[in-house]
């Protein structure tokens, strides 16, 4: 019922957007555009590409009258190929060493990324436990996609020397390339605006300290090891929280902590050749026209205080989420947000940016992102029910922003419990939308890991 009455309070709307005005850095035009086309008054409607035209201050675009963005091409639709960790290339083994110099191509090209051994293990272990054959066969498929490996504490720290000496010795024997995606995720006081994945450094516990020290261990493993490539998301919500939750006595405490440890992070990454993404949130977050300027503004003084590194490639969106990466037909939930799918956000958010001097590129998570019209409200994000594995891991990605769509968050790890007297409960784990019972953050949740399948865009 939410649903519906949500989409004809939409189509209600629709004439009085289109005379209204938008607001500086809205959405004014681009294919498909029915909203407002009209600019604040200062601004004017840029043209960013075909399908995202922009109100702009002082406009360094070409600027169209009415904003209409009629063209007729479209992006290609990302392709659903797998880039898996086998191969039956026969060529001789070769290898090539960490280049003091980081490469301007996307990191992903050339290079086979190499499977999470750890999420293919649970993958496998869930298979005897799933009683509907078609829904096993579709599952087993699952442990041959790259999803990222999250050191997310201390503790993980030394399995990625085992997973990086695996990669290069399949490097080496097979002649392909090894690429290992990680997550960078234990700041202290992380998650400063929610319960459920708090972590295990504080603050006022020599927490920078320990980070750093935490980040000085990954920096001598990946060193071992430099004919692999290492990709990292570095640190999700951290930056969107000080963007939207400083009023959040834990964020603007947090927040100079928060940026002392991330430009560590990235200057120290950067010294060993780990290719970097720092997460942005996703389009429901900073998606927002409010919220782009600040957002841009904080990224580009990340990116100048960290020391340019081209190391930081840019900005990964969309992380453990369930936007679309494009539609025609915005979620209900979506309250009439221009930015409605990570597409538009990406659109939107670059020209901000490069304003800044930061010429970012984005990888976009997908992995539970095949279903859509799910959520009663798009803050909503702890285990979805209805949710699907998405679009598989592609440099296929219709855009040249985007380096690669990605599957960061592992599917079938809980996001958090329903139990209210856990420790880490979260209340949002109890929304009606959310997939109940539900165990500890990070455990495995089979309940949800055969949804997943079962419901996985396009089909498994």
């Not at 430099?226 to 990709?231: A, C, F, G, Y």
């Not at 940016?353 to 010429?359: E, M, P, R």
């Not at 953050?441 to 419901?455: D, I, K, S």
Request: proline share 6%.
């Amino acid at each position: 019922m939410f649903k519906f009455a949500a989409l004809s309070a939409f189509v209600a709307l629709v004439p009085l957007l289109v005379n209204a005005q938008v607001a500086a850095y809205g959405q004014c035009g681009g294919q498909d555009w029915t909203g407002a086309t009209a600019c604040a008054s200062g601004t004017a409607c840029t043209k960013v590409n075909d399908y995202y035209y922009q109100c702009l201050p002082g406009s360094s675009g070409s600027s169209v009258s009415g904003g209409s963005g009629s063209g007729s091409t479209s992006a290609p639709s990302p392709t659903s190929t797998v880039p898996t960790s086998t191969s039956s290339a026969s060529t001789a083994p070769s290898s090539t060493s960490t280049s003091s110099a980081a490469s301007s191509d996307n990191p992903y090209t050339g290079y086979q990324i190499f499977l999470n051994p750890e999420y293919a293990s649970e993958v496998q272990a869930a298979i005897p436990s799933i009683t509907d054959s078609a829904v096993a066969a579709k599952a087993l498929k699952v442990a041959e996609v790259p999803v990222f490996f999250w050191l997310d504490q201390v503790a993980k720290v030394p399995d990625l020397e085992t997973y990086l000496a695996a990669a290069d010795k399949q490097g080496k024997s097979s002649g392909q390339k090894q690429l290992l995606q990680i997550v960078v995720y234990d700041l202290p006081d992380r998650d400063c605006a929610a319960n459920a994945s708090n972590g295990e450094f504080s603050i006022s516990d020599d927490g920078q300290a320990k980070y750093e020290n935490y980040i000085d261990q990954i920096v001598a493993i990946v060193k071992k090891y430099p004919d692999v490539r290492v990709v990292a998301v570095v640190e999700p919500d951290s930056m969107g929280n000080l963007v939207t939750n400083m009023d959040l006595p834990k964020c603007s405490a947090a927040a100079p902590t928060y940026k002392t440890c991330i430009n560590y992070a990235i200057a120290q990454l950067s010294s060993a050749g780990v290719y970097m993404y720092v997460d942005a949130g996703h389009a429901g977050w900073l998606g927002w026209p409010n919220n782009l300027a600040p957002a841009a503004q904080l990224f580009g003084e990340l990116y100048e205080t960290s020391g340019k590194s081209a190391y930081f490639r840019g900005l990964a969106t969309n992380v453990a989420n369930y936007n679309a990466l494009n539609t025609s037909s915005p979620d209900p939930c979506t309250q009439n947000a221009p930015n409605y799918d990570e597409m538009l956000y990406i659109n939107a958010l670059s020209p901000l940016l490069q304003q800044q001097g930061f010429s970012a590129q984005f990888i976009v998570d997908q992995g539970r992102s095949g279903v859509q019209n799910i959520r009663n409200a798009w803050g909503d994000w702890c285990n979805i029910k209805g949710a699907g594995f998405g679009i598989r891991p592609t440099t296929d990605t219709g855009s040249p922003l985007i380096d690669s769509i990605v599957w960061v968050k592992p599917g079938g790890e809980c996001d958090g419990t329903s139990n209210s007297s856990a420790p880490r409960y979260d209340s949002t784990c109890s929304l009606s939308d959310s997939l109940q019972p539900a165990p500890e953050a990070g455990t495995w949740f089979q309940q949800y890991f055969e949804a997943l399948v079962t419901n996985a865009v396009p089909s498994l």
